[in-house]
């Protein structure tokens, strides 16, 4: 039953491979640029394999999902007594899968077609950790998400800063799967103070990594004339913290060929 690689190496093109040993200037160490917060980059997926891996994904867990909706709050415009005081706290309707939970039902069907093994996989935070340009810790949460017709996040920054260790910043990358179905969704994120950059993340294979916090919203899925019962976007995700300075490097994922390097701090 399984179908995803037990490497997340192994799902990699050639350029995928290139960046994950260091060897693609252009995209190592691409987060340490302080004004670059985001990285979207095609073409290193293999794109069959992760079609396969989509479907199987798809087939094993898209009747364990659990709603996560947050909307608008109903008194947010008749609570208001000032005139253009309105806030807008994050927003969201997406399904998910309960990773963290080694008895829920998406657990089970995660493992059965490979996906935890893959997620928890050396490989796959070594490419965040060679595009972050930072040493990781080997401890990395992971999550899967599936956007269906008119799913969507609202603006927000997914700033921690109750968390001493997320607060300073920290890293996520995200794979998206997405059924031929989609029409189309979007990644809208901050530039200069503005929400005017925006990218298409209805890829199959397409992979982003962030370092965060920033703003950003995803937009509405939209999905192909008849087609809503098969659209859907996956996105398979890994938190990555920081390592500490002085971390034990058993516990830690450096960039690749930077094993000696510290974690770049303050940039
Ligand atoms: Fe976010």
């Not at 995209?27 to 917060?37: E, I």
């Not at 909307?71 to 969201?92: A, R």
Request: aromatic fraction near 8%; proline fraction near 7%.
């Amino acid at each position: 039953m399984k179908r995803f690689p037990a490497e997340f190496a192994d799902l990699l093109t050639a350029k995928g491979r290139r960046i994950l040993d260091g060897r693609d200037t252009s995209v190592s160490g691409a987060l340490l640029d302080p004004a670059r917060r985001f990285v979207s980059l095609q073409g290193v997926v293999d794109a069959t394999r992760a079609a396969a891996c989509r479907d199987a994904l798809d087939t094993a867990l898209n009747d364990t999902l659990v709603r996560m909706e947050d909307p608008i709050p109903f008194d947010s415009i008749s609570g208001m007594t000032m005139n253009y005081m309105e806030l807008l706290p994050k927003t969201v309707r997406v399904r998910t899968a309960l990773l963290e939970n080694r008895r829920s039902r998406s657990w089970r069907a995660a493992e059965a077609v490979g996906l935890t093994t893959m997620l928890r996989s050396d490989t796959f935070a070594a490419f965040a950790a060679s595009v972050s340009g930072r040493v990781l810790r080997r401890k990395w949460g992971i999550q899967v998400l599936c956007y269906g017709p008119g799913d969507y996040s609202g603006p927000h920054n997914d700033h921690h800063p109750e968390e001493v260790e997320a607060r300073d910043g920290y890293v996520d990358m995200h794979v998206s799967l997405t059924m031929p179905g989609v029409d189309h969704q979007y990644l809208v994120y901050e530039k200069d103070g503005h929400l005017s950059e925006m990218t298409r993340v209805s890829t199959v294979g397409g992979i982003t990594v962030y370092r965060l916090p920033f703003w950003h919203y995803t937009t509405p899925l939209l999905a192909r004339r008849g087609k809503e019962d098969q659209s859907r976007r996956w996105v398979l995700l890994g938190t990555f913290l920081d390592a500490a300075p002085q971390a034990r490097p058993s516990s830690t994922v450096p960039p690749p060929g930077t094993g000696a390097r510290p974690p770049a701090r303050g940039t």
